[in-house]
């Protein structure tokens, strides 16, 4: 599918559009690999937390990305970017963790 992306993405490696990246999980049992990719290119420091994430929920981790994905697209990458740099720093790998911390933290900017 043609679309215009930036000539140079932000995370310096891809650039795909949300409509784009919806067609990407159209099959089941390639969902979870795409919307992992699709985190990993967001920024470097994803990769670390998704590494022990799947290390210590090897049965579990695609719920967990794709949980981690629909916060990625209910507060945007910098939020998302936040929370996950908060919960490496207190050692929380789990989507639940992340969850809690954007919560918290969407009630305490008001």
């Known amino acids: 599918m043609l679309g215009e992306h930036p000539r140079f993405p932000e995370n310096g490696k891809s650039s795909v559009l949300f409509e784009h990246a919806q067609e990407l999980f159209q099959y089941r049992r390639g969902k979870p690999y795409a919307q992992r990719q699709l985190l ?3 920024d470097p420091m994803v990769q670390p937390y998704l590494t022990e994430l799947v290390h210590r929920r090897p049965q ?3 719920s967990d990305v794709d949980h981690m994905y629909q916060l990625y697209e209910q507060i945007g990458r910098t939020d998302f970017l936040a929370a996950l740099s908060l919960a490496t720093e207190v050692r929380c790998f789990g989507s639940e963790y992340l969850l809690a911390i954007a ?6 900017a008001f």
């Open 40 to 42: 990993l290119d967001l």
């Open 103 to 108: 919560e918290r933290e969407s009630t305490c």
């Open 60 to 62: 579990g981790w695609e």
